[in-house]
């Protein structure tokens, strides 16, 4: 699959989320996230001394995560194309590239996000 096309995908994927309040979103991400319970709040995680570029550390960190999709979405809402970090198992640069899809299908669908 193209990247063009695999962001079409997530982003479609996403449309399960377009009426599911922030406030939703934020409850289900903090509850499920697995970020959010792997690892206490103080403590970085250890990856057995190897260096993780974004990408690694998201395909670990967020392959099972049940809320992974939540927080993708929770993500695009409130830092756009200003996202930073691993978000719903993408880099900020996944992330940047899908924003403008996103976008176009949320505005396809009467709107923004929210």
């Known amino acids: 699959m193209n990247p063009e096309n695999y962001y079409e995908v997530v982003a479609a994927d996403l449309d399960r989320f377009a009426e599911v309040p922030d406030e939703v979103l934020l409850e289900i991400v903090t509850r499920d996230g697995r970020c959010l319970w792997l690892v206490p709040a103080d403590e970085v995680p250890e990856w057995d001394e190897e260096e993780l570029t974004d990408r690694e ?4 960190l967020c392959a099972e ?3 992974r999709r ?5 993500e695009l809402r409130t830092a756009g194309a200003d996202t930073v970090g691993v978000w719903g198992g ?3 640069e996944e992330r940047r590239a899908l924003y403008p899809v ?3 299908r949320r505005g396809r669908m009467g709107g923004p996000s929210s």
Do not use: G, I, M, T
């Open 90 to 92: 993408l880099s900020d």
């Open 70 to 74: 939540a927080c993708l979405e929770l």
């Open 65 to 67: 995560c049940p809320a």
């Open 57 to 60: 550390l998201a395909a670990r």
């Open 102 to 104: 996103w976008l176009a």
